[in-house]
């Protein structure tokens, strides 16, 4: 897009808006399609769990998402680039190490993954983040607790 500042302040100011509010659209348009398809066409054979314990790159997504349609799955070819890159914001990758595992399995219950990659803190607020995730109804045991504390403060750290 072009902003012609020839034009007066308000005007720029008004069609930068405009803009921002068309995109906005655009993006919640984009979110509603992408849950669509993953709530209806990657249901119909499985939970989303299989999804949920699953943290990838845009690569990964794809090659799943192409394997998924050719079991079956129905996804609009035009559509696949969108919601390939939507799986990827919501069900990224995280990395290796030990406590991997324990949190695609124990932290991806109540909400997505997203919420614990966005999450940087140091370890003493990692550690007061899982106390209340235990207060909340996480299920974990001590070793466990200990294991996921050290990779989320290392992973993961402000
Ligand atoms: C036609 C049936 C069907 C549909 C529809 C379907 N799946 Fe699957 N999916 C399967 C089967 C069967 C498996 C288990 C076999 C396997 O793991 O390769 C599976 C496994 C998976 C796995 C685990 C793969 C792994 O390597 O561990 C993921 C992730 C997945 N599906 C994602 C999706 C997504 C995303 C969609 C929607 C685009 C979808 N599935 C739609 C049949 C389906
Ligand atoms: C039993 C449900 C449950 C489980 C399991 C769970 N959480 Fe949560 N989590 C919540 C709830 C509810 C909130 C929202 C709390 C709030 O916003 O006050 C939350 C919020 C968060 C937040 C955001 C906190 C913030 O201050 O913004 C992070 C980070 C987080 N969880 C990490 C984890 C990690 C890591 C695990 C696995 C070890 C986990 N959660 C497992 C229920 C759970």
Redesign the pocket.
């Known amino acids: 897009m072009k902003i012609n500042f020839v034009k007066t302040g308000r005007w720029v100011g008004a069609t930068a808006l405009t803009a921002v509010i068309a995109l906005a659209a655009g993006q919640d348009e984009a979110q509603v399609k992408n849950e669509k398809i993953l709530n209806t066409s990657c249901t119909t054979c499985h939970d989303l769990r299989k999804i949920q314990t699953k943290a990838l790159d845009a690569e990964g997504w794809a090659k799943i998402v192409n394997s998924m349609i050719e079991m079956g799955a129905k996804v609009e070819k035009a559509d696949i680039p969108m919601f390939v890159s939507y799986l990827e914001d919501n069900y990224g990758p995280l990395p290796e190490g030990n406590g991997k595992e324990?949190?695609l399995n124990?932290?991806?219950?109540?909400?997505d993954l997203k919420?614990?990659r966005?999450?940087f803190?140091t370890p003493e607020d990692?550690a007061d983040?899982?106390n209340?995730?235990q207060n909340?109804?996480?299920?974990?045991s001590d070793d466990e607790?200990i294991t996921?504390l050290r990779y989320?403060a290392r992973n993961f750290r402000q």
């Open positions: 324990i949190v124990k932290c991806t219950v109540c909400h919420r614990v966005q999450h803190a990692w983040t899982l209340a995730m909340e109804g996480l299920m974990i607790l996921v989320l």
